[in-house]
């Protein structure tokens, strides 16, 4: 009965949120220099971590997040960060994207690294089938990871799951074109 109440109601149809390729948090593999715009004037630096307070006001070092406004290339990134030294809030500015991970302490996400996005593949190997392309900078969620003999590559590849216009890909991805 408790199952039936669920299927004929919104619950059960709500539509899937697709993985974002832009506009989603991510932490700081160090600090950051930010810059006007790519290849431009280094304007200061965006820090790895930062002094702050828990929940019981004890201070303590926090780590640092920047919204991912969007990849401009696969080497820039166009970030917001707020710069509470400098008094101003919620600056916009771009960073070398080597200087972000997806995770800090955890493998649940990559980004996807290269311009021309990366192929999701059925299996964990090159000949196996294409079943749609991932855009640079997308987020996804990581299944697990796994080794493969068959790759001429580097034998690894991550299995991921991505979702588009509410349908779910379930496949694998070369481990060498994501970033952690």
Same mark, same amino acid.
């Given at each position: 009965?408790?199952?039936?109440?669920f299927?004929?109601?919104?619950?059960?149809?709500?539509?899937?949120?697709?993985?974002?390729?832009?506009?989603?948090?991510?932490?700081?593999?160090?600090?950051a220099?930010?810059?006007?715009?790519?290849?431009?004037?280094?304007?200061?630096?965006?820090k790895?971590?930062?002094?702050?307070?828990?929940?019981?006001?004890?201070?303590? $070092?926090?780590? @640092?997040? =920047?919204?991912?406004?969007?990849?401009?290339?696969?080497?820039w /990134?166009?970030?917001?960060?707020? +710069? *509470?030294?400098?008094?101003?809030?919620?600056?916009?500015?771009?960073?070398?994207?080597?200087n972000?991970?997806?995770?800090?302490?955890?493998?649940?996400?990559?980004?996807?690294?290269?311009?021309?996005?990366?192929?999701?593949?059925?299996?964990?190997?090159?000949?196996?089938?294409?079943?749609t392309?991932?855009p640079m900078?997308?987020?996804v969620?990581?299944? $697990?990871?796994s @080794?493969? =003999?068959?790759?001429?590559?580097?034998?690894?590849?991550?299995? /991921?799951?991505?979702?588009?216009? +509410? *349908?779910?890909?379930?496949?694998?991805?070369?481990?060498?074109?994501v970033?952690?």
């Amino acid at each position: 009965m408790f199952l039936s109440a669920f299927v004929g109601s919104s619950f059960a149809s709500a539509k899937m949120k697709d993985s974002p390729n832009k506009n989603y948090y991510v932490k700081l593999a160090q600090n950051a220099p930010y810059y006007d715009r790519p290849n431009g004037k280094k304007q200061g630096i965006i820090k790895k971590e930062f002094k702050g307070k828990d929940s019981e006001g004890n201070e303590q $070092y926090m780590t @640092n997040s =920047v919204k991912v406004i969007q990849y401009t290339s696969e080497k820039w /990134v166009k970030v917001q960060f707020s +710069n *509470k030294k400098s008094g101003k809030s919620k600056q916009i500015k771009f960073i070398k994207s080597d200087n972000i991970r997806a995770n800090f302490y955890s493998l649940d996400y990559v980004i996807i690294a290269p311009q021309t996005g990366v192929n999701l593949r059925a299996s964990n190997t090159v000949k196996s089938k294409i079943l749609t392309t991932i855009p640079m900078g997308a987020l996804v969620e990581v299944y $697990y990871k796994s @080794n493969c =003999v068959e790759s001429p590559i580097k034998d690894k590849w991550v299995h /991921v799951q991505y979702i588009k216009n +509410n *349908k779910k890909y379930i496949g694998y991805v070369y481990e060498g074109l994501v970033k952690y």
